[in-house]
């Protein structure tokens, strides 16, 4: 199974700045996502990490907002830009083709705006 | 204003009884199925998994079951014990969704001595 480091574990952050958050992985992994987790409510994706191409962003999910890095087979980058409070969430990071190979998930990045 | 998150189902259950997990899905294209257990703070942790080909799987006390008939999921967890409590997410794959996974809502177990 994949190890999957996030970075940061946590953070409160100021309304209109931004936060980027860190996935590593200790092995080469053909597929990254970003998940969101509203409080008390499930996962939904929002966007495909592709190494050497721009991510793919679901229905409801914009580049703008939401900027994604992929330099290598092993480490994202999600950025949340311009935070207002409703983007107060766990960002969760996950690696695996679900399907292919088990789909792991890192500790999420529990972020709040104030 | 104060935003207020969904209410999760809950099961409650005594320790040592068996628990049942249940889950609808609604796209007769998925073909890959995978319960999560997620504790307070952490991430989803993977439990078993199971392909549309099969309709039951069995792993360390817990089983996956599969109707696809009436597009339902269900998850065994035998003896529970209060480390088994947490919430519990099924998540689909389907072909034309290439490899992300779609979550359902989630359920929260409760195990009580």
């Known amino acids: 199974s994949a190890v999957i480091s996030q970075k940061p574990s946590r953070d409160i952050c100021q309304r209109g700045t931004s936060l980027t958050i860190q996935c590593q992985v200790d092995?080469?992994?053909?597929?990254m996502f970003w998940y969101r987790q509203q409080p008390g409510q499930s996962l939904t994706l929002i966007a495909t990490?592709?190494?050497?191409?721009?991510?793919?962003?679901e229905s409801g999910f914009v580049i703008d907002k939401f900027p994604i890095s992929r330099p290598n087979l092993t480490f994202s980058t999600l950025t949340v830009s311009n935070m207002s409070p409703e983007d107060s969430s766990i960002y969760l990071c996950?690696?695996?083709?679900?399907?292919?190979?088990?789909?792991?998930f890192g500790q999420g990045t529990r972020l709040t705006v104030v | 204003g104060e935003s207020v998150g969904l209410h999760l189902p809950t099961l409650s259950v005594q320790e040592g009884d068996n628990s049942i997990i249940n889950c609808a899905y609604s796209?007769?294209?998925?073909?890959?199925f995978i319960w999560y257990k997620q504790e307070s703070g952490k991430g989803p942790q993977f439990i078993i998994d199971?392909?549309?080909?099969?309709d039951k799987r069995q792993g360390q006390r817990v089983t996956v079951l599969l109707n696809k008939t009436v597009k339902h999921l269900s998850l065994q967890i035998a003896a529970t014990q209060p480390g088994d409590s947490a919430v519990y997410f099924c998540?689909?794959?389907?072909?034309?969704?290439?490899?992300?996974?779609?979550f359902g809502k989630g359920t929260s177990l409760l195990v009580t001595p």
């Open positions: 996950s690696v695996g083709a679900a399907g292919d190979t088990e789909a792991f």
């Open positions: 092995s080469q992994v053909t597929m």
């Open positions: 990490a592709n190494q050497g191409s721009e991510a793919t962003y």
């Open positions: 796209n007769s294209a998925s073909d890959y």
């Open positions: 199971i392909r549309s080909n099969m």
């Open positions: 998540a689909e794959n389907s072909p034309n969704s290439g490899y992300a996974l779609n």
